[in-house]
């Protein structure tokens, strides 16, 4: 028999990852009481920490925090409750198999300078390239860091939120406002070959454009990913993403949220068009004012709500909101500390694998067909330059993204194809890490299939959906754009809504923000 609890909750959220922590930190410091349930038995979701082999922890699958809004770090007070960022944003490096690689500062006189050992045309053109982007970046991010205008007001004209964006855009003067505008639809080769000669920094900085994507860099619309990347990007987190949902989790219980682990959420219960609840665990029922869902919009629509809650226009379009998984994540406990071969004694955090856009291309051809290339696109994190208890002094961890992996392999998953995307992988790492694979004391393969199955994403999607021009100006539909939805009472903001995924906390931040707007 199903028991109904009378709570006094205003909100229940449903999962309690970084946009779920987020929410109920913002919605509990304004004084609403809120409950999170989180279905796996810690907090964190996709920037969970874990360990997967004894004295190595691995980052979240979710290892980049130089996305996380420093607003909203300043708002919640997190460093009062234990988070440090570094002052600076990282350097990141592109290692290649013959050649010392390119390390790419984030100063730009230094980029400059080291981009200067391949082409001193690059040099001068990386310098205006930043300066482009920083010119730029208030009008990107202000949409970033905003909900998205109402398009046309209740008269049918177009809405006053609208009109002020466009005028900012207008402010950047005619030539970069052109420039702005003539980038969105464009590629990411096509826009990079524009600025430079060089194939390792063209490729370096192409990563960001085409990762957790259905897309290469010569597909329309990454050239908007990279822009939107270079304009968000700031400084780490210390200790990475488990480090920020550690200060998340403190500020919302110290703000008076409640959060409950091993809460497996069934259903999102209605009445009369409104909702009303939560069903968990099999039958316990919990109510409240508003249920804000944090999982991805497919199972939020789909699957948690009753049949004939949605109508058939937006049934039809979650059903074709795309989220194809393409990343596996891989984690690997080495016995000593990495020694990259062009950079042997200097700290790396960050490591881009693929020497042009050609190799990206190719890399990303085969997941179209059900196949993965042999030598994948990597993007690693080596968490124990700034977090040393990650694994045993002296020993370290590579919190590796394989990008172009597909969920739906051709043929299928299993033991034997895990082992072998593993070693693809590894022989990837000893191009420019020679030496690794005796190194290894474990290996973790987790494809987009496990990340489902452990995360609780749709296809493992780790965006929540792929972010293409269609999935991102408008996300995920417009029903549901301003985190409301026609069911009265429900909100969403995962990564399936504005501004999209990734270790940024604003779409919980603002899904927050909507239902404190309509209570």
């Not at 990282?90 to 390390?103: D, E, M, N, W």
């Not at 402010?171 to 052109?178: E, N, P, Y």
């Not at 590629?187 to 920094?201: G, V």
């Not at 969403?492 to 927050?512: D, E």
Request: charged share 20%; with cysteine.
């Amino acid at each position: 028999m199903n028991h109904r609890e009378k709570t006094d909750y205003d909100v229940i959220i449903i999962g309690a990852g970084h946009n779920g922590l987020t929410a109920g930190a913002v919605l509990a410091k304004k004084g609403r009481k809120v409950l999170l349930l989180e279905q796996c038995s810690q907090v964190g979701g996709l920037a969970a920490r874990e360990e997967f082999h004894s004295g190595y922890t691995a980052p979240g699958v979710l290892h980049d925090t130089s996305g996380v809004r420093h607003g909203l770090i300043q708002a919640l007070d997190l460093r009062l409750h234990g988070l440090k960022v570094n002052p600076d944003p990282p350097s990141i490096y592109a290692p290649q198999r013959k050649g010392k690689g390119l390390l790419l500062h984030h100063d730009p006189e230094r980029a400059a300078a080291e981009i200067g050992l391949f082409s001193t045309k690059d040099a001068e053109g990386y310098k205006e390239f930043r300066a482009f982007v920083n010119r730029v970046r208030p009008v990107v991010n202000g949409v970033l860091d905003n909900t998205p205008p109402q398009l046309f007001d209740s008269g049918g004209g177009v809405g006053w939120q609208t009109l002020r964006r466009a005028w900012s855009v207008r402010r950047l003067g005619k030539r970069d406002m052109a420039e702005l505008l003539r980038i969105v639809p464009m590629c990411a080769a096509d826009w990079l070959n524009e600025w430079f000669e060089t194939d390792l920094l063209k490729a370096l900085l192409a990563g960001p454009s085409v990762y957790g994507t259905f897309m290469g860099p010569r597909s329309p619309g990454s050239a908007l990913n990279l822009l939107i990347w270079e304009c968000r990007k700031g400084p780490l987190v210390v200790g990475g993403a488990g480090a920020l949902v550690d200060a998340l989790q403190r500020a919302a219980k110290a703000y008076g949220a409640d959060i409950r682990t091993n809460a497996q959420v069934d259903a999102i219960t209605t009445e009369g068009g409104r909702a009303t609840g939560v069903s968990i665990n099999g039958g316990e029922l919990l109510e409240s004012k508003f249920v804000i869902a944090t999982c991805d919009p497919k199972q939020t629509l789909l699957d948690l709500l009753p049949s004939g809650a949605i109508n058939e226009t937006l049934e039809h379009r979650m059903g074709t909101f795309r989220a194809r998984g393409t990343t596996a994540k891989v984690n690997v406990a080495l016995d000593k500390r990495i020694q990259l071969a062009g950079r042997p004694g200097e700290p790396v955090e960050m490591v881009r694998t693929g020497e042009s856009l050609d190799e990206l291309e190719q890399a990303f051809d085969p997941v179209k067909y059900g196949r993965y290339h042999e030598r994948p696109s990597l993007d690693i994190y080596i968490p124990a330059i700034t977090d040393s208890a990650c694994a045993p002094e002296g020993h370290s961890v590579l919190s590796v993204l394989v990008h172009f992996v597909p969920y739906h392999l051709k043929g299928r998953w299993n033991y034997r194809e895990r082992e072998s995307l593993g070693a693809a992988v590894v022989a990837t790492l000893s191009a420019f890490a020679p030496g690794i694979e005796d190194s290894i004391e474990s290996l973790e393969v987790l494809t987009a299939m496990e990340l489902e199955s452990r995360y609780g994403i749709t296809e493992g999607q780790i965006f929540h959906g792929e972010h293409a021009l269609d999935q991102l100006l408008i996300r995920p539909t417009p029903e549901c754009a301003r985190y409301g939805t026609p069911v009265e009472g429900l909100y969403m903001c995962g990564s399936g809504s504005h501004p999209g995924g990734g270790l940024t906390c604003a779409p919980g931040a603002l899904g927050a923000r909507a239902v404190l707007t309509n209570s």
